[in-house]
């Protein structure tokens, strides 16, 4: 097949307004591995955006040499809704204004929705009981509200991406070195992705909590435990991660050729691609619960003292937090400490900051028992 371009139409909000996806397929509908990519779920992310950009011809240029084995769907924007929120003058992304919260949390557990499409149960030949779980995500996604614009289009993102085997969702942080994230149990594919994309820092988490679109796609596999008869045999038969290509700001040419170049180099790896890879030897990934994120108690203007990429020591001075109502400056300032030895891997862009803001990130070796299972995403 060659490339094809769609566009969705998404429930129109209000008299005279639509907002559209833009769906770019390449290979063969059907076959296997089915790769699905998203940029910007959060609307003001936009290193995805070029990334994707990029990406789109040379995945053109392999689909007219036949060399796409499975089947690959690529949003370039995922979020028109997101795209579309301005408020003077600036894009604030990440939330919904109309209260349906923030773009990347409370996807729907689809795993009790999907067992009743199951009565009879898994069978343990895992081809099969694969096959027909995806199925029956597909009947659970179709079955979902589309009362709302919101409902509508997430709606619309599932069912091109739930029976994926790849779900490669493109974000970016504020000020940060390229990472991703994914599930523990899916660490070799992370290190292969890392190393083809060059992306130093991999977090796995066991329960990340939150509802990530990643974890929605991904985590359905492993919460049919308990829901189906011999649940327990299915595979974990979607990667799905969340991809964090640098900050903000790091929107450019090259960033965005290596960057797909490195999506290229990872399909040719899981053989969506043919193609040649040399062995891909990934970073030792870091576990979720061993990032610190260092929150200000205070908030005022903050004075980094680190840089980010930079390796720090537990207890180093990572910023301070000067009170500006304060009557001398020499005494206005808090100090904000790493708690472990790591990777300072990413910080907020803002430099006047609020009470209780998480401001940084090292990535370490040790458990940090602060850290919450289930709550490790911030919102
Ligand atoms: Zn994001």
């Not at 979020?79 to 929120?85: A, E, M, S, T, Y």
């Amino acid at each position: 097949m060659s490339h094809t371009v769609e566009k969705i139409a998404l429930k129109s909000p209000a008299p005279g307004t639509e907002r559209f996806l833009t769906i770019h397929r390449f290979g063969t509908i059907g076959a296997r591995p089915k790769v699905y990519l998203q940029a910007a779920l959060h609307a003001d992310e936009w290193p995805g955006l070029m990334a994707l950009n990029h990406l789109i011809p040379m995945l053109d240029h392999a689909d007219k040499a036949g060399r796409i084995v499975g089947e690959i769907i690529l949003l370039p924007y995922a979020n028109p809704i997101g795209l579309d929120q301005r408020l003077g003058g600036a894009m604030p992304g990440r939330y919904s204004f109309d209260g349906a919260g923030n773009f990347n949390r409370n996807w729907p557990d689809l795993s009790a929705a999907a067992a009743a499409h199951i009565p009879q149960g898994f069978t343990g030949n895992t081809g099969q009981d694969t096959a027909t779980l995806r199925a029956a995500l597909l009947q659970a996604v179709a079955d979902l509200s589309t009362r709302t614009e919101i409902d509508h289009w997430r709606a619309q993102l599932l069912g091109l991406s739930i029976d994926a085997d790849y779900v490669i969702d493109v974000h970016c942080d504020q000020e940060s070195q390229a990472h991703l994230y994914c599930h523990i149990s899916h660490a070799d594919i992370a290190k292969r992705m890392a190393a083809a994309g060059d992306i130093p820092v991999v977090l796995l988490e066991e329960e990340a909590g939150g509802f990530s679109f990643d974890d929605c796609n991904a985590g359905v596999w492993r919460r049919m435990t308990g829901l189906v008869d011999q649940a327990e045999s299915l595979p974990m038969a979607c990667y799905g991660c969340t991809l964090e290509l640098r900050g903000k700001d790091d929107v450019n040419d090259v960033f965005g050729q290596k960057d797909a170049a490195g999506l290229m180099q990872f399909m040719i790896a899981e053989r969506v691609i043919q193609g040649d890879t040399s062995n891909l030897e990934g970073p030792e990934p870091y576990r979720l619960d061993e990032v610190d994120v260092i929150y200000a108690e205070t908030g005022g203007l903050i004075a980094y003292k680190a840089e980010i990429g930079e390796y720090v020591q537990e207890g180093q001075l990572i910023a301070e937090v000067i009170d500006i109502t304060a009557s001398d400056p020499l005494t206005a300032r808090t100090q904000l400490v790493s708690r472990t030895a790591g990777l300072f891997f990413a910080r907020i862009d803002l430099r006047l900051i609020s009470a209780g803001e998480g401001v940084a990130k090292v990535a370490g070796r040790k458990l940090l028992e602060h850290r919450k299972k289930g709550a490790l995403l911030e919102a």
